[in-house]
């Protein structure tokens, strides 16, 4: 395990990306960043020392164990985080990172017209999915799955092609869970197909939930090593 100041670190991704169509205009989503930045305050409050890969958020967080790498777009989250991952100990993907980006990215502002107009658009880079092929067996990795349908079975389908070690599941079905709320429930799962069901908390309290069970993966991960 690799540490700076004899700290143990962990790397979050928060808040949402934008996926520029024109200098003015972009496309992206309702998160908020509160949840992978209660994360990142759990976390300090535990000791660690925390690189925090935020989107565009309207929140902000000071300790002197804490480096916030402001991004904007996945392509950005992403290479901020190839620099981090491989001395990361536990790495938290709570950003609500945009699927697809415009294919075409125009350079000077669109004038509207009486014509319709289409966007074509590409996939972006799965973040957690790309970590999850170089993940080492010392690295604990934890993904979030926010489902409107078969949302055990989706995340669970999350949790095996992302080589995670946890997911988070939570349902937009649940009131006052989901993006920019105060509070969130949430269900975490493992890779033994344990479920921990949690009831409505605020989003400090979940994410002291979720601290505790990222440690508590690392913490068995060293002790298998030790045997």
Known sequence: MKTTNNKPIVLITAGPTREAIDPV??????????????IAGAFLDKGFEV????????????HTSLRVIPVNSADEMYTACQKYFPVAQITIFAAAVADYKPAQVYTQKMKKSAHEFSLQMVK????????????RNDQVSVGFALETNDEEQNALKKLYSKNLDLIVLNSVKDEA????????KITIINRDFQFQAFPLKSK????????TAAIKVGQKQEQAVQA
């Open 177 to 184: 869970a989901t993006f920019g709320y105060d509070t969130n």
């Open 25 to 38: 205009r972009f496309i992206s989503n309702h998160s908020s960043g509160k949840m992978g930045y209660a």
């Open 204 to 211: 400090a309290e979940v994410a002291v939930d979720i601290v």
């Open 51 to 62: 690189i925090l890969v935020s989107g565009p958020v309207n929140i902000s967080l000071s």
């Open 124 to 135: 972006n880079v799965d973040i957690a999915f790309e970590f999850g092929k170089i993940k």
